[in-house]
Nanobody, 121 residues
Framework: QVQLVESGGGLVQPGGSLRLSCAAS????????MGWYRQAPGKERELVAI???????KYADSVKGRFTISRDNAENTVYLQMNSLKPEDTAVYYC???????????????WGQGTQVTVSS
């Protein structure tokens, strides 16, 4: 059993900052990629940022230079530092991770429950 638990969402004014956290727990043998996706009302879920093997990162063009993804491998936790937030960043943010639950097992996709980020004055 694996769980991803997000925290850190909320209401912030344009130009403000928020830091999201996502902790993976349970029967975890190994994690490759961890990332953040978001879904705004009426839109499809989109990739925001991903970090692979704790080193390689990729960002959506819309957040480059404003958001930073990082990972604490020892704590199986991924963070998303969001600066210079804009109203168009408003969405439910979901944590995602590719997790292997045992030696030799496949890597499976896990999702958190989502955390609301609202950017508004």
């Amino acid at each position: 059993q694996v769980q991803l638990v997000e925290s850190g969402g909320g209401l912030v004014q344009p130009g403000g900052s928020l830091r999201l956290s996502c902790a993976a727990s349970g029967n975890i043998h190994s994690i490759t990629a961890m990332g953040w996706y978001r879904q705004a009302p009426g839109k499809e879920r989109e990739l925001v940022a991903i970090i692979i093997s704790g080193v390689s990162t990729k960002y959506a063009d819309s957040v480059k230079g404003r958001f930073t993804i990082s990972r604490d491998n020892a704590e199986n936790t991924v963070y998303l530092q969001m600066n210079s937030l804009k109203p168009e960043d408003t969405a439910v943010y979901y944590c995602n991770a590719d997790i292997q639950t045992g030696w030799g097992a496949t890597f499976d996709d896990y999702w958190g429950q989502g955390t609301q980020v609202t950017v508004s004055s």
